[in-house]
């Protein structure tokens, strides 16, 4: 779904990267960032709830239900993760998943 939605959301020519790093403490990241659209401020602490579809998303041909980032916000709490949304209109999003050390 991150890849998915990153690549929706990125025009032709623009980036998409996938990273991933581990902590000294045995943590691990996942970070998706890419240089789309971006979400408006005001829509980015709504955009993990289940349903919700920002301007953008709705402007899109290819819709969704507004399920995909309430799914893997459930499946990180399941793993007693973190999933986290960082964005500028113009400038992309990042959305990193941060998994707690292994037991």
């Given at each position: ?7 929706k959301f990125t025009p032709p ?60 916000r459930s499946i990180m709490r ?26």
């Open positions: 779904n991150l890849l998915a939605n990153a690549l020519g623009g980036r998409v990267v996938l990273a991933a790093s581990n902590s000294t403490d045995g943590s691990a990241e996942i970070r998706v960032s890419d240089t789309g659209s971006g979400i408006p401020a005001e829509q980015l602490p709504r955009v993990f709830d289940r349903f919700y579809q920002g301007e953008k998303s709705r402007d899109q041909t290819s819709q969704g239900a507004g399920l995909g980032l309430a799914i893997v399941l793993h007693k993760g973190r999933a986290k949304a960082s964005s500028a209109p113009g400038r992309g999003t990042v959305i990193v998943l941060r998994f707690p050390p292994a037991s």
